[in-house]
């Protein structure tokens, strides 16, 4: 099955800085790639997702970047907020199925 | 509306001890997943229904664990006997898989169990 690997597990950046976590996932026949933010106390929710036709997506300070050829995928969070602080989880979907695996999430901590 | 509807929030229980942990998804969501989140395995698949059918049971220990839908509307994911390993925060999530959906899953806010 398919396994995603995520890096850094804890991530500090001062507020303004930008911050990029990456995952890697096993199985070249996925093909949607969804980021989940969870803030403390809550469920995860989806903040930004790309499909393996599309190289690179944004959305206001978030991007995410997407290379098949590498079976890897990063999320760019540009002018760091201190309501950016949560952890993050990358996720991948192999062709028709419909559940995601998830990777193992991303402590953000933007610092004031 | 409401989200998903997970109900308890908290549970401490003592090992031995049965635990039922519910689940109210999102209306017209046909798609029903259970996760499980601990430190050191970040976000288990354990199970997932489609129009209340179990889909894929391949990641819950079906010695202990046991998952229904009776009803388009409610879930359950029992536990018994419940061990301390089992302590973590379990997810429902729902997802509308309707043609040209997104797949985005609606999380609820979780139900942390405790196993002493």
């Known amino acids: 099955g398919e396994n995603v690997e995520q890096h850094p597990s804890t991530l500090s950046v001062q507020e303004g800085d930008s911050a990029v976590i990456k995952c890697t996932y096993s199985?070249?026949?996925?093909?949607?790639f969804p980021w989940y933010k969870q803030e403390l106390g809550k469920g995860p929710q989806l903040i930004i997702d790309i499909r393996s036709n599309v190289g690179e997506k944004k959305d206001q300070r978030i991007a995410v970047t997407l290379n098949k050829t590498a079976k890897h995928f990063s999320l760019h969070i540009t002018e760091t907020q201190p309501e950016d602080s949560a952890v993050y989880f990358c996720?991948?979907?192999?062709?028709?199925?419909?559940?995601?695996?998830f990777g193992s999430g991303t402590q953000l901590t933007v610092l004031p | 509306d409401a989200g998903v509807i997970q109900s308890p929030r908290h549970e401490v229980t003592e090992m031995g001890q049965e635990v039922t942990l519910r689940c109210k998804p999102i209306s017209g969501h046909d798609y029903l997943f259970w996760y499980r989140q601990t430190m050191m395995q970040g976000l288990e698949l354990l199970v997932y229904?489609?129009?209340?059918?179990?889909?894929?049971d391949s990641g819950m220990p079906k010695d202990r664990f046991s998952a229904k839908m009776p009803n388009a509307s409610f879930s359950t994911l029992k536990i018994q006997p419940s061990e301390p390993r089992d302590s973590a925060v379990y997810f429902c999530?729902?997802?509308?898989?309707?043609?040209?959906?997104?797949?985005?899953?609606?999380f609820g806010e979780g139900s942390r169990l405790t196993v002493l």
């Open positions: 199985d070249s026949a996925s093909n949607y």
């Open positions: 999530a729902s997802m509308n898989g309707g043609g040209g959906n997104t797949g985005e899953l609606f």
């Open positions: 996720a991948a979907k192999t062709g028709s199925a419909r559940q995601l695996t």
């Open positions: 229904f489609n129009n209340k059918a179990v889909m894929d």
